[in-house]
């Protein structure tokens, strides 16, 4: 959004969700930098300044507030291959990549040069990679200060800094103040309790909807939902550590947000965490951009979210299961593949102990492994062949980069179709414009049966026919 200081100064006064996340105003004669949904009194347009992200707030002398907290602000969404980059490359800083290989590694993770990933960031956020990183490690610092009971040790490297020395300085002189005095509550524990925190969206959010969802897929063993959470077990890789735990997720309508639990066995990894969280439940959306392009198509549920996933891999296995059996029959077989090849895990909770395989132990398993829980030979290949894409780092099925050509890569599996390719972009990689032809759902509810047709018929949704897709999928 262009920041045209008149605009965001209307969206400013009435407190319009919508723009939440979008930009932020920083008030001259408080130095302190808010959301545009904050509850203090609207400044004065001429004490206003405008950024297109905290970091270039911060950068400018500005002070997070303490009553709308910047670093619970929604984050964006879109089609634009430039604005995908650097989402993309926020993720990848989120995962810990600048800290361990610098700009170079970054940049090579993305596709690009280190030039042109700096002018992406000049363009969307107003600050180096490098700022932009600084400012995510301190904010993220503040909310675990601020939402746990962990050390300050312990927040200081799960935050992504090398020593609490650095730590202490940096937050000291950015903030104003020493760690320490954020607390609520100054005593440490030193066995924290689960992990709490909230991720913010833009309004409306159609939760039910998600929870149905993803309840017709759960995993036997891996996931569980109720008729108000959903949790899972969990496994993900920070710095070459595997970090292992679950998660719940929660709604909090009156407060446009989702409460994310998650056990202390994670604390290290919270930032990758939150990250899997919000892709997942697709909490950078602008439900409403979407509903109006969509039209009557999304006219009684405008705030349906597309469902991404925690693990690209699992998702990834989820589809090549399910090619040609309906949904109840994939979740009968992933489960048993989870209780032959699943990790035991002690969660406390008897229905959710089993983590997904990852594709290291799928690759040692092998087919034969796969088709005895009577998944179908070809297809046994296929996962044991994605998983050494994955392994070999041929394939990365993250929510970043170049999704096209991952699509490419992926139908280069023997295999992997159209079908199952789009099914990855739209659900794994969060690839707003999928469209699975030939999907049997879809041609009922559009009253086809020719794949070609309703393609064609498609093309009125674009860029955004995975909304689409959910909404007639709703329908049936």
């Known amino acids: 959004m262009p920041l045209d200081p008149h605009s965001c100064y209307r969206a400013l006064a009435t407190h319009d969700r919508r723009f939440d996340g979008r930009f932020f105003v920083g008030v001259a004669t408080t130095r302190i930098y808010c959301r545009p949904v904050c509850s203090v009194r609207t400044p004065r347009p001429e004490n206003c300044r405008f950024f297109k992200s905290a970091a270039a707030a911060e950068q400018a002398?500005?002070?997070?507030?303490?009553?709308?907290?910047?670093?619970?602000?929604?984050?964006?969404?879109?089609?634009?291959?430039?604005?995908?980059?650097?989402?993309?490359?926020?993720?990848?800083?989120?995962?810990?990549?600048?800290?361990?290989?610098g700009m170079p590694v970054l940049a090579r993770e993305l596709g690009i040069t280190t030039r042109h990933l700096r002018r992406i960031f000049a363009a969307s956020f107003g600050v180096s990679p490098i700022a932009f990183a600084q400012t995510h490690r301190l904010l993220l610092a503040k909310r675990l200060l601020t939402?746990?009971?962990?050390?300050?040790?312990?927040?200081?490297?799960?935050?992504g800094f090398q020593s609490v020395r650095r730590f202490n300085a940096l937050f000291s002189a950015r903030y104003r103040l020493a760690p320490a005095r954020l607390r609520r509550d100054a005593r440490e524990a030193s066995t924290p309790a689960p992990l709490s925190f909230e991720l913010a969206y833009r309004p409306p959010y159609e939760w039910?909807?998600?929870?149905d969802f993803l309840a017709a897929r759960a995993i036997a063993g891996v996931e569980r939902v109720d008729a108000r959470r959903y949790v899972r077990t969990l496994r993900v890789v920070r710095n070459d550590s595997v970090h292992v735990g679950w998660i719940a997720?929660?709604?909090l309508a009156r407060r446009s947000a989702l409460r994310v639990e998650m056990s202390a066995s994670l604390a290290k990894a919270v930032a990758l965490v939150l990250t899997r969280v919000r892709h997942a439940f697709d909490l950078a959306c602008d439900p409403q951009a979407i509903a109006d392009a969509l039209g009557a198509l999304a006219a009684d549920a405008p705030g349906l979210r597309l469902p991404g996933a925690v693990d690209g891999f699992e998702l990834a296995v989820r589809a090549i299961v399910g090619q040609q059996i309906s949904v109840k029959g994939a979740r009968t077989l992933l489960s048993r593949l989870v209780a032959e090849l699943g990790v035991p895990l002690?969660?406390?909770?008897?229905?959710?102990?089993?983590?997904?395989?990852?594709?290291?132990?799928?690759?040692?398993?092998?087919?034969?492994?796969?088709?005895?829980?009577?998944?179908?030979?070809?297809?046994?290949?296929?996962?044991?062949a994605l998983a050494r894409a994955i392994v070999e780092?041929?394939?990365?099925?993250?929510?970043?980069?170049?999704?096209?050509?991952?699509?490419?890569?992926?139908?280069?599996?023997?295999?992997?179709?159209?079908?199952?390719?789009?099914m990855i972009a739209m659900r794994g990689l969060g690839w707003p414009d999928a469209f699975p032809p030939g999907d049997g759902a879809l041609l009922r509810a559009l009253g086809e049966t020719s794949a070609a047709r309703a393609s064609a018929q498609s093309v009125q949704w674009q860029p955004w026919r995975s909304y689409a897709v959910m909404h007639l999928w709703r329908r049936l």
């Not at 002070?63 to 993309?88: F, N, Y």
């Not at 939402?147 to 935050?159: E, F, I, N, S, W």
């Not at 092998?366 to 044991?384: F, K, L, M, Q, T």
């Not at 780092?393 to 390719?421: C, F, H, K, S, Y």
């Open 346 to 384: 002690d969660t406390g909770m008897p229905d959710v102990h089993r983590a997904f395989p990852m594709p290291q132990e799928i690759l040692n398993a092998g087919p034969a492994a796969i088709a005895r829980v009577g998944i179908v030979a070809a297809r046994a290949r296929s996962v044991v």
């Open 249 to 251: 997720v929660s709604h």
């Open 393 to 422: 780092r041929r394939i990365v099925l993250e929510p970043r980069g170049d999704v096209p050509a991952t699509m490419r890569a992926l139908r280069e599996i023997p295999g992997i179709g159209a079908w199952t390719a789009e």
């Open 61 to 101: 002398g500005f002070r997070p507030c303490l009553r709308c907290r910047p670093e619970l602000a929604p984050g964006s969404a879109s089609i634009d291959s430039v604005e995908r980059l650097a989402q993309g490359a926020i993720a990848l800083i989120e995962d810990g990549v600048l800290e361990e290989g």
């Open 208 to 211: 039910s909807g998600m929870l």
């Open 147 to 159: 939402d746990t009971r962990l050390p300050v040790t312990d927040v200081a490297y799960a935050a």
